[in-house]
């Protein structure tokens, strides 16, 4: 840790104003310099832009939205480089650029003008680097999109083959009318691939067992593609995430436990021939001010990547909010990291909001990532201002970038998964696009116990950060499980609807020493299934395998004949290593009138097979999920299930092929 604080220290490469600036030193030391590069005319950002300092042969690509940065090793304040900017469709643009600290930040603009390219391939071919070191443009056009290149107003296509000479003017998508250097490549985005839940024979897998999960980052990922005009890539679709983004009005417990189990059963919409079970869990909820004492370290991601007007300005605003909530008894210390990593904000008492504001106000963005070194010095922050039977949580925010440093994924994990045993957890922030690392953040929350949000805009920050505070930062169980067993006399098959990524075994769900997602106060988890009733043959198909050779033991004469299924729960108080039982059975009565709830919550999940085009989407359809969806608003507070219907308005008029893909 010793190492941290002095590299922190002796680098100094946080463009942030509330650290003390590091005066001229004769060593030298590596640099950064960051900025964006920009269309003179429109002021556009230039994706794919060709940035240098030549004669230390040090390049760097712009990305999506035009930034770029450039690391320049043994250099000193007061160096003097001279930075070439160029791309297809513009001319080169020279500065002079004076190295101001350990981070300089500078802007770049291109005029518009003609450029001798080296060829542009429709087909699969990828450009090599031409002799200047700028890379060729190679684009392989799917059936309905072709390449093209601008002239003037009229646009002269070109067709198949390559072409080369002199060209002015910029590539376009024929099917957007956006330059592609600025439309936001998805590809640059961490996902990982999901693979839907299959049905399972329940003659073969009579149990189903699985981590509770009450993160809703994906619902709000996919509002920002659709919002932008862009369908979302299937595997940013988590579909229990868009089930468990909205409130649901489920009774809260009454007993010593702190978690309510409640179900209810109705036929598929998709489906009607089966059934789809629903299992609401809810959290105790408890008034914020009842709420234990808080020890928060905002660890905040001041990276070059950061400096966009949805990510580090957006951060700030939203962390606003939460300091607005903080109480006298409460407090925050600020962390942040780019080339290096620095305490901005000792422990300050949530009384002294003015000075947490101030601190917050100074941030600025410049720098890469060293988000390791963020994360360990941010935990010993909080370790060193630990509060006793409090709440101990880092809230990170970032776009998840992390590129430099003691940064692997597996390295981070660990550490997060011990500090959580010491009893600090982790609340996850994501921000942004173009960049955004989606699958290194889940993996980051789920291991420290803590929550994952994306914040696309304000409102989200509100509802994450204000109405959801207690369940953000409280938690009330630990390790909470599931384990379904489905009576095979009333259910021949069924399907998890989501969940694929806290799939766990069986055995799992007794052994104590295997972590499980956690809830915090006030929590409504929903989860889904679709089940096969015994008879009906011929709809779906089973998965399974061979069967035992000497059967399964029998049950005892009457045990469960009117069961459907069984619900277990297993979860830990905090602090506890002993899991607590929960048993809850469920009837085969099939509701004539869902509620509310669940005609709601059907939609979603609707709306999410379609999303990912699932193989088990049945009869799905947009329009179907828009009747369900307004025949379920309920009262709606916050007015999140009217915004839903909005949004599967304007998805369903993305493309002219939306009618053909629902099908």
Known sequence: MRSILTHAAAAGALALAAVAPSHARARRADAIVTGVVRDAARGAAIGNAYVAIADRQIT???DASGRFVLHVPRAA???VVVLTARAI???????RVRLAGDTTHVSLTLAAASVQLSAVVTGAAAGAA?????????YAPSTRQRARVMQGAAGKRIGRGTVRGTM???LRDTARPE?????APVDREGYDRIEDNPFLAVATNPRSTFSVDVDAASYGNVRRFITQGQRPPADAVRIEELVNYFPYDVPAPRGDDPIAITTEVAPAPWRPEHRLVRIALRARPIDVAQL?????????DVSGSMDEPNKLPLVKRALRLLVDQLRPQDRVAIVVYAGAAGLVLPSTSGEDKARIAEAIDRLEAGGSTAGGEGLLLAYKVARDNRVPNGTNRVILATDGDFNVGPSSDAEMERLVEAKRAEGTYLTVLGFGTGNFQDAKMEKLAKRGNGNYAYVDDLAEARKVLVRELGATLHTVADDVKLQVEFNPAAVRGYRLIGYEDRLLRDEDFADDKKDAGDVGAGHAVTALYEVVPAGVTGTVSLRGVDPLRYGAAPAPNGRGRDELLYVQLRYKRPGESTSRLMTHPVPTTVARDASTDFRFAAAVAEFGMLLRDSEHKGRATGEQVLTLARGALGDDDGGYRADFVRLVERWRGLEPTTASREK
């Open 179 to 183: 330059p592609l250097g600025e439309r």
């Open 77 to 79: 304040r007061g160096d």
């Open 60 to 62: 760097a690509l712009t």
């Open 292 to 300: 234990p004492p808080s020890n928060l370290v905002f660890l905040i």
């Open 130 to 138: 031409d002799a200047q070191g700028a890379p060729n443009v190679s």
């Open 168 to 170: 002015g003017g910029t």
């Open 89 to 95: 469709g513009y001319g080169t643009a020279t500065q």
